[in-house]
């Protein structure tokens, strides 16, 4: 599953993640634009420990907002400030997203935070919900998210967000998915388990050829099965038939003895 187009549902499935959530107004309708093809999520800190929802909803003299679509308090209230496409992104390059155009694929949170101070356990919490919540919307593992720093690093300089391992938050979003099996793997692994249910699938439902010569039959291994039962007590029934013969016979003789 993928999804096109701007992700009209984030408050529904954030809230529906047990976050605190707060709709900006009007925020079903801003944004530059309408998002192509969601790939992911990329995560942010503000730079600034109290930085406003509203920042992050009407931006900069020089930046117009929206600058994400998601701001993350520091005691984990989640605020939807857009739906459309955010100026969060810039340059930079990663596998799988166009090289210097991920505002148009990427949601990104900003997370109230100056980068040096830590993370609370609330904010931290609500940062690993916010992100599960969304990759299960969007039907990926938690291999979708990254860091800004990843993103932009080695082109921006951006080393958002700050005193965060990003291996062991994306670790932190997985464990959140694994009630939800497939999501709890990355995309290769989901393929790969996809393709051995389809092989799986094929040989439980292909018609095969019977092997007996001159036969035209053909049927499922489980039709053989029932089949290979019903052929047993077919033959079971004929030899108790044959065997009641016998023994009818066999009287008849003793009696004209």
């Known amino acids: 599953m993928s999804w096109t187009g701007d992700p009209v549902w984030l408050a529904d499935v954030l809230r529906a993640e ?5 709709e900006f107004s009007g925020w079903r309708e801003r944004g530059h634009g309408d998002f192509g093809e969601i790939w992911g999520i990329i995560a942010h800190h503000t730079g600034g420990s109290n930085t406003p929802a509203s920042e992050i909803a009407y931006g900069f003299p020089h930046l117009a907002g ?6 993350l308090a520091k005691d984990g209230t989640v605020t939807v400030v857009a739906v459309g496409v955010a100026w969060h992104a810039g340059q930079g390059r990663w596998p799988g997203l166009p090289e210097d155009n991920a505002n148009f694929h990427t949601i990104g949170i900003e997370a109230a935070n100056n980068g040096t101070e830590g993370w609370s356990r609330e904010q931290y919490d609500a940062y690993v919900g ?3 919540a969304i990759l299960r919307q969007l039907g990926h593992g938690a291999d979708r998210v990254i860091g800004h720093k990843e993103w932009a690093g080695p082109k921006q300089g951006k080393w958002d967000p700050g005193a965060m391992d990003m291996d062991g938050f994306r670790a932190d979003v997985a ?3 694994k009630g939800d099996v497939l999501m709890a793997l990355s995309d290769l692994e989901q393929r790969e388990l996809l393709d051995k249910l ?7 439902t ?3 050829q019977s ?7 053909r049927d499922t291994l489980a039709g053989y099965v029932l089949n290979s039962d019903a052929s047993d007590y077919r033959t079971e029934q004929r030899l108790k ?5 016998l023994d009818r016979l066999l009287s008849a003789r003793e009696g004209t003895q």
């Open 175 to 177: 464990e959140r998915l």
């Open 206 to 208: 292909y018609g095969f």
């Open 66 to 71: 929206p600058l994400s679509q998601i701001h």
């Open 18 to 22: 047990g976050l605190r959530v707060v």
């Open 198 to 204: 389809r092989r799986v699938h094929h040989e439980l």
């Open 211 to 217: 092997r007996v010569a001159d036969s035209a039959y």
């Open 241 to 245: 038939a044959l065997e009641l013969k």
């Open 130 to 132: 916010c992100c599960a």
